[in-house]
């Protein structure tokens, strides 16, 4: 049932023979993995950090004795694993977002001329870029107040990071300052920029590392990362780390008005900036800038990825605003992908929560861009066979066998893929890979293979087991207690397994009630509990008792309902009620509704057909309902009230002439409205501009109030 208890060998490991050596270092190495799982992913750790630190010294003693042990699957050779401790968590008052990603010229092309599009640029006006080399580090957002440095933070999910100050404090204070320099420092300040170890002190870093039997890091990254996740500031203290300034959060005041300017304020500031940064006026400077640095790139002394292209003017940053997690106004230019060749020594299943079915390649771990590979994602039977989503021959209609040796590619945070198989080397004994026509499930139901139009991403098999199949219960439910969803501490995979396997949780809802009836489980007695981590547990579920609505929906699981959509559709509705209401009625075919869920601006029919199967389905009913009894769901964010449209239902339509459509909606949106796609009773202000049609006369009908564009940019002030 439960987990293995802890055991550590006490023979020294002087006094180890090699063959006990080796039988030690393997088994020490699949505890510690556990462990740094739970730590790292399920944020639910089984044992102190005292005692942690033991297994790791003891593992790392042996190795240092038998350096022949070391393999691909050593420790000291992952990413990412062995600090110790925990931080306090910090909310970012402004989110830390992420950039989206430019791979081909094109990609750069299309960028600027959305940004032209949406601010309605002639094609003479010039945008003023700042072009920035992408620092492979960490981002950290440092907080001054009256001047002074009061918390540095790590970025986290965007929302809450790790408060690292502790440790940030030790760094030099030419790279991060205590005290912010010069005259009219606004009351907040808060610094935004990438921490990172220099690829010199990496390699010195290793080496000493190697020496005192510790362990090996991967990449710069990964060594800024785990210098900084020390429990212990004078071990960060003892790596250099440096910053470079370029972004900011929270400001009572802005010094500038340009992301150049800013830049230049950093540095009157006490900040290092990055030296290679450029103005840039057009897409052909950009693409310059992109080749310059990518030429330069292996000379640096700290690792880049990329290159980061900004809108100069903030007036204008603001004014293109966000599409969900990312900036409209920059984007990351990255680096072509590296590759490396290896083995594909298996093919295995691995079922979602919706029941697909996705085959996952064993890889001979290879190195690639500075992480080691293991898994690859095959994504469907077609892709296996050479096909692609579209019809069309993939690696010109090569497909892959087990034995293969093949080409894996990574480009930056991208996960992994198979680009190509080397056919010449395609041994006698590859195997041709037959997708199973039964799902491993305990249930062996049948797969059946779902139809997909042209152009999508290729065909899935699905198992049938649905609601009875435990596969996708337990994913349902490690998505309900993940990060992005309820968020519950100590609740992840492993846990979720043994829970759902004991028949203690079988649903949702069932977490909640979990408290109530362990006078019968008695967890604490299970091996791997004590009355601490079991009270732990309690109060992270207590604590979570509380959700916002978009969290709840994207919670719920409903088939293409992500993080975005579950927030049009709380932002839509506002309230749990509204949304349930309306989702039952949708699932009756209920026209008016669905036609009012249609005009939500991200909703469309693929959605909406989702929504309606999920509230359809009678065991989901029952699933909400009694999750609803556990949990109260907060109403989503109020529209803003100080404007006059907060909380109003607006359409665009005809051309507009002081601004493009886009920008219409993201600043009704802005100023706390709903643009739609589409009129109905519901809607509050047409916005026509000339040549409306259609929308203007549904209008009349519904008397709907019509506004000119200039009636509307009056209304919004
Ligand atoms: S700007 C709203 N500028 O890249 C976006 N990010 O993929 C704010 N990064 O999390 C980020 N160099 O860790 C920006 N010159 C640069 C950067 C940079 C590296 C990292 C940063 C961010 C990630 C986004």
Not at 324 to 353: C, M, Y
Not at 651 to 676: I, N
Request: aromatic share 8%; proline share 4%.
């Amino acid at each position: 049932m439960a987990k293995a208890p802890i055991k550590t060998d006490k023979t020294p490991v002087d006094l180890l023979t090699a063959k006990q050596a080796a039988a030690e270092y393997a088994r020490l190495q699949g505890e510690i993995a556990g462990h740094d799982k739970r730590y790292y992913q399920q944020d639910a750790p089984v044992i102190s950090d005292a005692d942690y630190d033991e297994l790791r010294k003891r593992y790392n003693a042996i190795e240092a004795r038998f350096p022949d042990l070391r393999t691909f699957e050593s420790l000291s050779l992952k990413v990412g694993a062995a600090p110790t401790g925990r931080f306090k968590k910090v909310r970012h008052v402004v989110r830390m977002l992420s950039l989206d990603n430019a791979f081909a010229e094109q990609d750069v092309v299309d960028f600027v001329g959305r940004i032209r599009r949406f601010l309605n640029l002639s094609e003479t006006e010039k945008i003023t870029f700042s072009a920035e080399p992408k620092i492979d580090g960490l981002s950290m957002s440092l907080r001054y107040e009256d001047g002074e440095l009061v918390t540095a933070a790590t970025r986290g999910d965007g929302e809450e990071g790790e408060d690292v100050t502790a440790n940030i404090k030790t760094l030099k204070q030419s790279e991060v300052p205590h005290r912010l320099k010069g005259k009219h420092i606004p009351k907040v300040t808060e610094v935004r920029g990438e921490v990172y170890m220099t690829k010199g002190d990496f390699l010195k870093l290793n080496e000493r590392q190697k020496a005192a039997g510790e362990q090996i890091f991967a990449n710069p990254r990964n060594s800024a990362a785990g210098s900084l996740r020390q429990k212990d500031p004078s071990i960060t203290a003892s790596r250099p780390l440096g910053f470079f300034a370029y972004a900011w959060g929270d400001m009572t005041d802005m010094p500038a008005d340009s992301q150049s300017g800013m830049i230049e304020w950093f540095e009157h500031c006490g900040f290092k900036t990055n030296p290679l940064t450029k103005i840039c006026h057009s897409v052909e400077e950009l693409i310059a800038f992109h080749r310059k640095i990518g030429e330069e790139r292996a000379k640096l002394d700290y690792d880049i990825d990329g290159v980061v292209y900004k809108v100069d003017r903030l007036d204008w940053q603001e004014r293109l605003g966000f599409v969900s997690r990312t900036p409209r106004w920059a984007i990351a230019h990255k680096f072509p992908a590296e590759r490396a060749t290896t083995i594909l020594n298996d093919i295995e299943i691995q079922v979602g929560r919706t029941g697909s079915l996705t085959p996952v390649g064993k890889l001979e771990p290879v190195g690639v861009g500075g992480v080691i590979v293991s898994n690859v994602t095959l994504h469907n039977e077609d892709y296996i066979k050479g096909i692609g989503g579209d019809g069309e021959a993939l690696r010109e209609g090569r497909d892959i066998r087990i034995g293969d040796t093949v080409i894996v590619q990574r480009a930056g945070d991208v996960i992994p893929q198979i680009v190509d198989v080397l056919i010449d080397k395609r041994p006698k004994s590859a195997k041709v890979y037959h997708f199973p026509k039964k799902c491993p499930c305990p249930l062996k139901t049948d797969v059946v293979r779902e139809a997909t139009s042209a152009g999508e991403e290729g065909a899935r098999n699905r198992c049938t087991g649905e609601f009875a199949c435990p596969f996708q219960k337990i994913q349902h439910l490690i998505l309900f207690a993940s990060r992005r969803a309820f968020d519950i501490e100590g609740l992840g995979e492993k846990q979720i397994e043994l829970f759902y396997e004991n028949g203690w949780v079988k649903e949702p809802g069932d977490i909640f009630t979990l408290k109530a009836r362990n006078a019968k489980i008695k967890l604490e007695d299970v091996e791997g509990y004590g009355e601490t981590s079991v009270r732990n547990l309690f109060n992270a579920i207590d604590e979570r008792r509380e959700i916002s609505l978009e969290r709840f929906i994207f919670a719920l699981g409903i088939r293409q309902v992500g993080e975005t959509t579950a927030l049009a559709l709380a932002r839509g509705y506002g309230s749990w009620k509204a949304f349930h209401d309306a989702a039952l009625k949708v699932a009756k075919g209920d026209a008016e509704t669905i036609a009012e869920m249609d005009a939500l601006d991200q909703i469309g029919e693929t959605v909406i057909a989702a929504v309606a199967a999920y509230f359809g389905e009678s065991h989901n009913k029952g699933i909400v309902e009694r999750l609803t009894r556990e949990v109260k769901i907060l109403d989503a964010e109020k529209p803003k009230t100080d404007s006059k449209i907060a909380g109003k239902t607006v359409v665009f339509t005809g051309s507009l002439e002081k601004m493009t459509r886009d920008e219409a909606k993201a600043t009704a949106e802005r100023l706390g409205a709903k643009a739609a796609g589409s009129v109905s009773k519901k809607t509050d202000y047409l916005v026509a501009g000339p040549g409306a049609g259609s929308k203007l006369a549904e209008a009349k009908k519904h008397g709907v109030q019509v506004l000119t564009e200039d009636e509307w940019l009056k209304l919004i002030g």
